[in-house]
């Protein structure tokens, strides 16, 4: 990809803001734009604290096909239950993304991790939105305690990778950052 060069002072720049929502989960503006072309526009954003989420593996990483953890979640915004990894957002600004995701996995599915490694970030939808979240995986796995909110309805899902990829494939997991991480996990972690 071409890297562009703006002449000084046409560099992309928000110019103003004007707020629309400010709720629990998310903060919704139109704000006015100078695009790298310098014209002007309007865009409206949403902008979010960011997220973790975590892929349990439950059995040893060199199994031949790896036993992962998902859950079931019942999600109103899709009309019904979804296929998803753990995840959420951090409890106050700044949290750390480990104990965030640590957290996270413990509340969901009542395993806390004894090792956690950090995969990547990925944007959910960087047209109009700056949520971004952050992958990692998690082994060694021991009983914890389930702390689910008040409006999370889920059932706990057990499979093998090799399910888990072939769902992708056919349609049944569509939640992307799901997607996302056992997409990485089953190509850098796991060379399929």
């Known amino acids: 990809m071409e890297k562009i060069d703006f002449p000084a002072g046409d560099e992309p720049a928000r110019l103003g803001s004007r707020l629309v929502h400010d709720g629990r989960i998310v903060r919704l503006s139109v704000d ?15 902008r979010h604290s960011g997220a973790a989420a ?3 593996v439950l059995s040893g990483e060199d199994s031949p096909d790896p036993q992962i953890l998902l859950v079931h979640q019942y999600r109103y915004a899709t009309g019904g239950y979804i296929y998803e990894v753990p995840a959420g957002r951090p409890d106050s600004p700044g949290e750390d993304w480990e ?13 806390r991790a004894g090792r956690l490694r950090y995969l990547t970030a990925i944007y959910t939808t960087p047209g109009f939105t700056d949520e971004r979240i952050h992958l990692f995986l998690a082994t060694d796995l021991t009983p914890g305690a389930t702390s689910r909110d008040t409006d999370e ?17 056919d349609g049944e997991i569509s939640d992307a950052k799901t997607i996302c991480t056992l997409l990485y996990v089953a190509v850098f972690v796991f060379g399929r």
């Open 99 to 111: 104990v965030c995701a640590r957290r996270e996995l413990e509340e969901e599915t009542g395993l």
């Open 32 to 46: 006015s734009v100078r695009f790298p072309d310098g014209s002007l526009g309007e865009l409206e954003m949403i």
């Open 54 to 56: 975590v892929l349990p």
């Open 153 to 169: 309805f889920m059932e706990l899902e057990p499979m093998p990778i090799s399910r888990a990829l072939a769902m992708i494939r």
